[in-house]
Nanobody, 124 residues
Framework: QVQLVESGGGLVQAGGSLRLSCAASGRTPSTYAMAWFRQAPGKEREFVAAIRWSGENPYYADSVKGRFTISRDGAKLIVYLQMNSLKPEDTAVYYC?????????????????WGQGTQVTVSS
């Protein structure tokens, strides 16, 4: 079993920045892939970014490329999502997820464990 706990959400003005953290515990081999997804009210859960625990193969949704950066601290078992130049359309609950595979994917159905989510609200 793997437990994931997100933090760092909040309210920020458009153009501002936030850094989300996802602390992992339990069985988290370095071969697992980690990802961030988000879900706005009334919308489907949407892929944001993914990375291997090894730090290889960061992968981004087109909507956040160039503004968001995913990274990880392997020693602390924490995955980060640095979000810059935030827009009102980035408002959503952000979820951390991991899957029992080294391969990073954008499909939420392929991830095995999820955190409880953290709210990000960007005001215009």
């Amino acid at each position: 079993q793997v437990q994931l706990v997100e933090s760092g959400g909040g309210l920020v003005q458009a153009g501002g920045s936030l850094r989300l953290s996802c602390a992992a515990s339990g069985r988290t081999p370095s071969t697992y892939a980690m990802a961030w997804f988000r879900q706005a009210p009334g919308k489907e859960r949407e892929f944001v970014a993914a990375i291997r625990w090894s730090g290889e193969n960061p992968y981004y949704a087109d909507s956040v490329k160039g503004r968001f950066t995913i990274s990880r601290d392997g020693a602390k078992l924490i995955v980060y999502l640095q979000m810059n130049s935030l827009k009102p359309e980035d408002t959503a609950v952000y979820y951390c997820a991991t899957r029992r595979s080294w391969e990073v994917t954008a499909q939420h159905g392929t991830y095995d464990y999820w955190g409880q989510g953290t709210q990000v609200t960007v005001s215009s």
